[in-house]
């Protein structure tokens, strides 16, 4: 092939290409490399256009490769393993992320993806949804709430953790084995989130669809904050498990909340038209590999209803 020739098709054509066959189809597929199946279906439509063939019997279910297409496949997949041979993984990338996955998430990503340079990235929830927009980090990883504004961002949700009080230990409620929104609501309490700004954290949610104000006398992004002025006898906590269960707990106790009715979803945010090198798929597949953190509350033994 004359170089100039090659410059007529795009790699993202190959890769959905190999999806498609790979996985059985292009919903499997779209799941599979983390894209919209419009786009999957869009890049094969592409790439049957240049080379002027069909490549997948689209009338069969699940979809089948033509005798083109199978002519084709073991191409295109040597295209893909000669170009991760190449690139083998080496590269950059700029992961964002909120404290408490900091401390649990990242270190066993960088762990397992010692040939990538991974450059840390932490921030509130709303500050990383800015960053991944504006191209300052290449994924993040915060909860689904608040709900992002872009829509230029897509996620995958990769676990759920329940909400948890947190109060002295001390506290005449310390040892109660559950307390609900009701009695909590009673309570001076410190909330996570912002404290200005209209979006809505699970705590509140929480509260709200339960027809409670309750007053929340500090909020902070921070959970050593939140377990500091709880020590000091400023307010009962209320946030998500893995916030507190990261940090020091001396002189704290972790109560389930039964009626919380709201979990935290934890998801891996993408800009949907960014392309993805090589170092950002490893990760990506990295990331999306971890067990889910545990929900037994470490100072208690109990696990929070969900």
Same mark, same amino acid.
């Given at each position: 092939?004359?170089?100039?020739?090659?410059?007529?098709?795009?790699?993202?054509?190959?890769?959905?290409?190999?999806?498609?066959?790979?996985?059985?189809?292009?919903?499997?597929?779209?799941?599979?490399?983390?894209?919209?199946?419009?786009?999957?279906?869009?890049?094969?439509?592409?790439?049957?256009?240049?080379?002027?063939?069909?490549?997948?019997?689209?009338?069969?279910?699940?979809?089948? $490769?033509?005798?083109?297409?199978? !002519?084709?496949? =073991?191409? @295109?997949?040597?295209?893909?393993?000669? &170009?991760? %041979? *190449?690139? /083998?993984?080496?590269?950059?990338?700029?992961?964002?992320?909120?404290?408490?996955?900091?401390?649990?998430?990242?270190?066993?990503?960088?762990?397992?993806?010692?040939?990538?340079?991974?450059?840390?990235?932490?921030?509130?929830?709303?500050?990383?949804?800015?960053?991944?927009?504006?191209?300052?980090?290449?994924?993040?990883?915060?909860?689904?709430?608040?709900?992002?504004?872009?829509?230029?961002?897509?996620?995958?949700?990769?676990?759920?953790?329940? $909400?948890?009080?947190?109060?002295? !230990?001390?506290? =005449?409620? @310390?040892?109660?084995?559950?307390?609900? &929104?009701? %009695? *909590?609501? /009673?309570?001076?309490?410190?909330?996570?989130?912002?404290?200005?700004?209209?979006?809505?954290?699970?705590?509140?949610?929480?509260?709200?669809?339960?027809?409670?104000?309750?007053?929340?006398?500090?909020?902070?992004?921070?959970?050593?904050?939140?377990?500091?002025?709880?020590?000091?006898?400023?307010?009962?906590?209320?946030?998500?498990?893995?916030?507190?269960?990261?940090?020091?707990?001396?002189?704290?106790?972790?109560?389930?909340?039964?009626?919380?009715?709201?979990?935290?979803?934890? !998801?891996?945010?993408?800009?949907?038209?960014?392309?993805?090198?090589?170092?950002?798929?490893?990760?990506?597949?990295?990331?999306?590999?971890?067990?889910?953190?545990?929900?037994?509350?470490?100072?208690?033994?109990?696990?929070?209803?969900?």
């Amino acid at each position: 092939m004359d170089l100039t020739t090659a410059y007529g098709y795009r790699l993202d054509w190959v890769v959905s290409f190999v999806a498609v066959a790979r996985y059985g189809g292009f919903s499997a597929a779209a799941k599979a490399v983390f894209r919209g199946q419009s786009r999957i279906s869009e890049h094969v439509a592409e790439l049957e256009k240049a080379l002027g063939v069909q490549l997948f019997d689209r009338s069969a279910h699940p979809v089948a $490769l033509t005798p083109e297409g199978r !002519a084709l496949l =073991p191409a @295109a997949e040597e295209i893909l393993h000669r &170009l991760g %041979e *190449l690139s /083998t993984v080496r590269g950059q990338v700029r992961f964002g992320t909120y404290p408490s996955a900091a401390a649990w998430l990242f270190p066993q990503v960088a762990v397992r993806r010692p040939e990538v340079r991974l450059l840390l990235v932490e921030g509130p929830s709303i500050e990383l949804e800015r960053a991944l927009v504006q191209g300052e980090i290449d994924l993040a990883i915060r909860p689904v709430h608040p709900l992002v504004v872009s829509e230029s961002l897509e996620h995958r949700v990769l676990w759920r953790e329940p $909400l948890v009080a947190v109060f002295a !230990a001390q506290h =005449p409620l @310390a040892t109660q084995p559950s307390i609900g &929104l009701a %009695e *909590l609501a /009673t309570l001076p309490l410190i909330s996570i989130g912002e404290s200005s700004g209209g979006r809505q954290f699970e705590s509140h949610l929480a509260f709200a669809s339960a027809g409670l104000s309750p007053v929340s006398v500090y909020r902070t992004n921070q959970p050593q904050t939140l377990l500091s002025l709880v020590r000091h006898g400023l307010g009962t906590g209320v946030t998500n498990a893995l916030a507190v269960t990261t940090a020091n707990l001396d002189g704290v106790r972790l109560v389930p909340i039964h009626d919380a009715g709201v979990e935290r979803q934890v !998801a891996l945010f993408l800009h949907r038209d960014r392309p993805r090198t090589p170092a950002l798929t490893a990760v990506i597949d990295t990331v999306t590999s971890v067990d889910p953190p545990t929900s037994t509350l470490p100072n208690s033994g109990r696990t929070p209803p969900v």
